[in-house]
């Protein structure tokens, strides 16, 4: 019984082994899936995903010579459809953490998500030392409301149950400024033009593509893909389009 154990364990360990072999080729199709309801990384508009993410991940195929597939499916099931066998890669504003590592690879970190301080361009507020004291607005049930308590004690906290209503109370001056995720943030800024994210960045927690642990081929094609639209500038036009420029 112990030795059908034994080989019948082999035997799983040789079958992902070659299922992760055949999954990875030059010209292979990349399956990639996605919970595209988080602009501006990835979200749906007129019937199309778009984003960051989105615009990134085809670069990158395009570097690498790979047709994108996009599957949609909901967040809390990208990591069990790359451990299925389901998909090849997934992307979908996903920060790189030790827990997740222990199931899935990643790549190399492509974007430095985490908390930032949105505000009035010509406001007080300059850089994060200048929140003491200070009405900022946090959205109820976020990590921005334990945060700031425990790191900014002396922030006047406005509790508030949208993300909508905490970027307006920042707005029209009922709050100094909001904390929220960086990319949320950005977007908002690149629709206002008097709001400004500060530069310095109150957490940084970077964004990574993951991967199953068995196509280790894919996460390095993936990786040097993404060092060859960096050195291209393909990379720092997309940074722009999404997050720097104002829209019209």
């Given at each position: 019984?112990?030795?059908?154990?034994?080989?019948?364990?082999?035997?799983?360990?040789?079958?992902?082994?070659?299922?992760?072999?055949?999954?990875?080729?030059?010209?292979?199709?990349?399956?990639?899936?996605?919970?595209?309801?988080?602009?501006?990384?990835?979200?749906?508009?007129?019937?199309?995903?778009?984003?960051?993410?989105?615009?990134?991940?085809?670069a990158l195929g395009r570097a690498m010579g790979r047709k994108?597939?996009?599957?949609?499916?909901?967040?809390?099931?990208?990591?069990?459809?790359?451990?299925?066998?389901?998909?090849?890669?997934?992307?979908?504003?996903?920060?790189?953490?030790?827990?997740?590592?222990?199931?899935?690879?990643?790549?190399?970190?492509?974007?430095?998500?985490?908390?930032?301080?949105?505000?009035?361009?010509?406001?007080?507020?300059?850089?994060?030392?200048?929140?003491?004291?200070?009405?900022?607005?946090?959205?109820?049930?976020?990590?921005?409301?334990?945060?700031?308590?425990?790191?900014?004690?002396?922030?006047?906290?406005?509790?508030?149950?949208?993300?909508?209503?905490?970027?307006?109370?920042?707005?029209?001056?009922?709050?100094?400024?909001?904390?929220?995720?960086?990319?949320?943030?950005?977007?908002?800024?690149?629709?206002?033009?008097?709001?400004?994210?500060?530069?310095?960045?109150?957490?940084?927690?970077?964004?990574?593509?993951?991967?199953?642990?068995?196509?280790?081929?894919?996460?390095?094609?993936?990786?040097?893909?993404?060092?060859?639209?960096?050195?291209?500038?393909?990379?720092?036009?997309?940074?722009?389009?999404?997050?720097?420029?104002?829209?019209?």
């Amino acid at each position: 019984m112990l030795i059908r154990r034994r080989f019948f364990a082999a035997c799983v360990l040789l079958t992902s082994s070659l299922l992760g072999s055949l999954a990875y080729a030059d010209n292979a199709t990349l399956r990639v899936v996605t919970d595209a309801t988080f602009p501006p990384m990835e979200f749906v508009k007129d019937g199309q995903r778009t984003g960051f993410d989105i615009d990134l991940v085809e670069a990158l195929g395009r570097a690498m010579g790979r047709k994108i597939e996009w599957i949609d499916i909901d967040f809390k099931g990208l990591i069990p459809a790359l451990q299925s066998g389901r998909a090849d890669m997934a992307v979908s504003a996903i920060y790189i953490t030790d827990e997740r590592r222990k199931v899935v690879d990643f790549s190399d970190a492509y974007y430095a998500g985490g908390l930032v301080v949105l505000t009035k361009k010509d406001g007080a507020i300059k850089t994060l030392k200048d929140m003491d004291g200070k009405k900022v607005a946090v959205q109820v049930g976020t990590k921005s409301v334990n945060f700031l308590k425990d790191n900014f004690p002396k922030v006047e906290r406005v509790e508030v149950e949208k993300n909508q209503e905490m970027f307006n109370l920042a707005q029209i001056g009922r709050a100094d400024a909001a904390v929220t995720g960086k990319p949320a943030a950005k977007l908002y800024a690149q629709t206002h033009p008097d709001m400004i994210v500060l530069p310095e960045q109150i957490t940084v927690e970077d964004y990574g593509m993951a991967i199953p642990q068995n196509q280790p081929e894919t996460t390095k094609a993936i990786n040097a893909a993404l060092v060859k639209v960096k050195a291209e500038g393909t990379y720092d036009q997309l940074v722009k389009k999404w997050f720097e420029s104002q829209a019209k």
